[in-house]
């Protein structure tokens, strides 16, 4: 995948999520989502913590421990801004070259800014669950992921930061490819 196409993939994935924050009405903060035992308010300040820890990796930020936020606040609007900051941070990074230290690990930047795009695109698909709609990734932003996501998921997202893989069903699209590596399956709405 060359950085042109990684870029077009993390725009996708973020305009998916921004399309699916949508979706999301006051009465569905409490709705269950795919993530176990979590409600979409949960499930929210949790990607909008996560988009926000990635960006300091990436910007070389000491990496702040987040916060509930406070009773009554929005978490629609603290999480599209925690969306805006990751995309900066991701559009400043040179095309190569570029190492972050996570966990005592050096990694690539842009193997951070994959797990940036599937935590966006895969639980962009959970808000859509959530909100009673089913709204699978676009295929190609899909097929993108599928393609950096096994080394990552053996890695530890699967099963530590997202569920445990699932078979894919058969004759699966990329979504439910994707989704079945990070644990989710298609429930019927």
Known sequence: MSDTDERAVLTGAARYLFQNLLLVGEAD???????????LRRLLH?????????A??????DVVAPTLPA??????RAL???IVDFMLVSASLPATGRWCDIQGRRLPAKTVVHVGSIEMAVHAWDI????GIDRPIPSAIASALLWVSPPLAR????????AAPLPAPAAATPSEQLLA??????APL
């Open 128 to 131: 859509a669950q959530a909100c």
């Open 155 to 162: 890695a530890g997202l699967a099963g530590h930061v997202f």
């Open 29 to 39: 903060l409490s709705a269950p989502t795919p993530c176990r035992e979590w409600d």
């Open 46 to 54: 949790h990607l909008g913590a996560s988009l926000a820890e990635v």
């Open 71 to 76: 009773a009554g606040s929005d978490p629609v």
């Open 181 to 186: 590596l990070f644990g989710r399956r298609r």
């Open 80 to 82: 599209r801004a925690a």
């Open 56 to 61: 300091d990796v990436l910007a070389a930020r």
